[in-house]
T-cell receptor, first 110, second 120 residues
Framework: GQQVMQIPQYQHVQEGEDFTTYCNSSTTLSNIQWYKQRPGGHPVFLIQ?????EVKKQKRLTFQFGEAKKNSSLHITATQTTDVGTYFC??????????FGAGTRLAVHP | DTGVSQDPRHKITKRGQNVTFRCDPI?????LYWYRQTLGQGPEFLTYFQNEAQLEKSRLLSDRFSAERPKGSFSTLEIQRTEQGDSAMYLC??????????????????FGPGTRLTVL
C-alpha cells in the first residue's frame, strides 16, 4: 500500500463556512476510507469509497472518489464547531492494515 | 459499551522499564491491529493478528516490542527497556472478517481509546 498526500495540512474556518480536504495518490487505489479524529480522541470511521467516480453524502459531508481512483475529497458544508478534528484518508496495505498520512487538521472558530 | 477497550489509558514509566498494554477487541472481530501515533502525525501500523496468529510486523517494531493474542481474543503489547522515543499513543483496532469476498472491499476498523505512554 502507498501513502496518499493530503492537503491542506491545516485549515481554520469561521463557523458556517465550507471546508474541503483532498487526498492524492500517484497510483490507482482499490478503495479509500475516511476517518475523523477529535482532539484527544481516537480515529473514527466515516466512510469507504470503492467505485470510480463514487459520491456519498452524510448530512453535511460529501465524499468523492475520482474517476481514475487516484484522488478523493471530503467537503463539509456550513461547518460547525463539532466538525473540529483531524481528517484522515488512509489507504489499505497488506492484510488491510491502514496506511495513514498526517491528515488535515480543521479548526472552526465560532 | 461493546467497543474496543484498552488498558491502561495512561502510563508513565522511567526509561529502561518494561511496560505492557492490553487491548480487548469487539468480541466477534477476528482481526486485530496495533498502531502507534505521535503528536501531529497519523497512526503508524505496528502489527496485525488474525485470530491468534501474528501475520505481520512492521519494521518499526524493534526487538524490544512483542505482541501476543494467545486465544484469539484480547491482545497484549509489551515494550522492554523503554526509551524516550517510545513515548506515543498506542492504538488498538479491530475489524470483522471480510464480507462478500469482493476483491476491493475491506472492513472499517474500530479503534480503541488508546494507551498514552510517557517515558521519562
Amino acid at each position: 500500500g502507498q501513502q496518499v498526500m493530503q492537503i491542506p495540512q491545516y485549515q481554520h474556518v469561521q463557523e458556517g463556512e465550507d471546508f474541503t480536504t483532498y487526498c492524492n495518490s500517484s497510483t490507482t487505489l482499490s478503495n479509500i476510507q475516511w476517518y475523523k479524529q477529535r482532539p484527544g480522541g481516537h480515529p473514527v470511521f466515516l466512510i469507504q469509497l470503492v467505485k470510480s467516480g463514487e459520491v456519498k453524502k452524510q448530512k453535511r459531508l460529501t465524499f468523492q472518489f475520482g474517476e481514475a481512483k487516484k484522488n478523493s475529497s471530503l467537503h463539509i458544508t456550513a461547518t460547525q464547531t463539532t466538525d473540529v478534528g483531524t481528517y484522515f484518508c488512509p489507504t489499505s496495505g497488506g492484510y488491510n492494515k491502514l496506511i495513514f498520512g498526517a491528515g488535515t487538521r480543521l479548526a472552526v472558530h465560532p | 459499551d461493546t467497543g474496543v477497550s484498552q488498558d491502561p489509558r495512561h502510563k508513565i514509566t522511567k526509561r529502561g522499564q518494561n511496560v505492557t498494554f492490553r487491548c480487548d477487541p469487539i468480541s466477534e472481530h477476528n482481526r486485530l491491529y496495533w498502531y502507534r501515533q505521535t503528536l501531529g502525525q497519523g497512526p503508524e501500523f505496528l502489527t496485525y493478528f488474525q485470530n491468534e496468529a501474528q501475520l505481520e510486523k512492521s519494521r518499526l517494531l524493534s526487538d524490544r516490542f512483542s505482541a501476543e493474542r494467545p486465544k484469539g481474543s484480547f491482545s497484549t503489547l509489551e515494550i522492554q527497556r523503554t526509551e524516550q522515543g517510545d513515548s506515543a499513543m498506542y492504538l488498538c483496532a479491530s475489524s470483522p472478517r471480510t464480507s462478500g469476498g469482493h476483491i476491493s472491499s475491506y472492513n472499517e476498523q474500530f479503534f480503541g481509546p488508546g494507551t498514552r505512554l510517557t517515558v521519562l
